[in-house]
């Protein structure tokens, strides 16, 4: 670790970083789904229809906003949420179909700093635990590595099990709880925060890149290597 003249701790440095672009309004091309900006006239059809099979609504429960019930209501809301560059709203697109079945977005994008956050994140149950939904995640992932952002943010309700399992799945550290972070539906969140850092992407991709293989997968489609352990392999060897 290096001191200052007084002896005094401080932060590794950081040669010639320069702070990255902010993420172009470009699709992501994967082999089950693409990531496309959002665009309203051409997903809210099918991305309404998708996000309508949550019959109950269960998937909104840690999501700042109540479910619209009408495709009107659902543009509506899309539209106040996804007008400028941060949040950048993308449209989860299956290839198969041409449906947009998902949403996801970059966020608390810091290019100084080299911090970006995905947040937003809400599959509809057609795309829920399917090999598009975590290539979604990875395409994500991968640019914004790419672009030369050292940090990559996941953040949740700590209440929300299902996103904090995610995140583990989907090879991020868990760094803590900031309690009392912020108030949404009239209720307390605690907030729990995990990342990956550039240091770590190389094997996190490789584990990705490994678990989406075609060979991963038998004839059934069950997965034969599980992503959690890919991952965790990854993360305890960097």
Excluded at 7 to 23: D, K, L, M, Y
Excluded at 53 to 64: K, S
Excluded at 69 to 96: K, M, N, Q
Excluded at 202 to 222: I, K, M, T, Y
Aim: positive net charge; glycine residues 8%; aromatic residues 12%.
């Amino acid at each position: 670790m290096p001191h200052d003249r007084f002896g005094q701790a401080i932060g590794e440095p950081v040669p010639g970083f320069v702070p990255p672009p902010r993420p172009p309004r470009t699709a992501l091309r994967g082999a089950y789904v693409d990531v496309e900006p959002l665009d309203l006239d051409r997903h809210v059809p099918s991305l309404f229809r998708a996000q309508a099979e949550d019959t109950d609504g269960r998937r909104w429960t840690w999501l700042a906003f109540e479910q619209p019930r009408t495709e009107a209501a659902y543009r509506e809301f899309l539209a106040g949420l996804s007008g400028g560059d941060d949040p950048l709203f993308h449209a989860i697109v299956e290839r198969a179909s041409g449906a947009a079945v998902g949403v996801a977005t970059y966020l608390r994008i810091e290019p100084r700093n080299g911090t970006i956050e995905v947040g937003h994140i809400n599959f509809s149950p057609r795309l829920s635990r399917t090999r598009g939904a975590t290539e979604a995640m990875y395409l994500m992932m991968r640019r914004a590595f790419e672009l030369g952002y050292r940090r990559y943010e996941w953040k949740c309700d700590a209440l929300n099990a299902p996103s904090r399992r995610a995140a583990e799945r989907l090879g991020f550290t868990f760094e803590g709880v900031f309690r009392q972070a912020t108030v949404y539906k009239g209720r307390n969140r605690d907030t729990a925060w995990y990342s990956i850092l550039d240091r770590e992407w190389s094997a996190v991709s490789a584990a990705f890149e490994r678990w989406l293989a075609p060979g991963n997968f038998d004839a059934s489609g069950q997965q034969r290597e599980s992503l959690g352990s890919l991952t965790r392999a990854s993360v305890g060897a960097t």
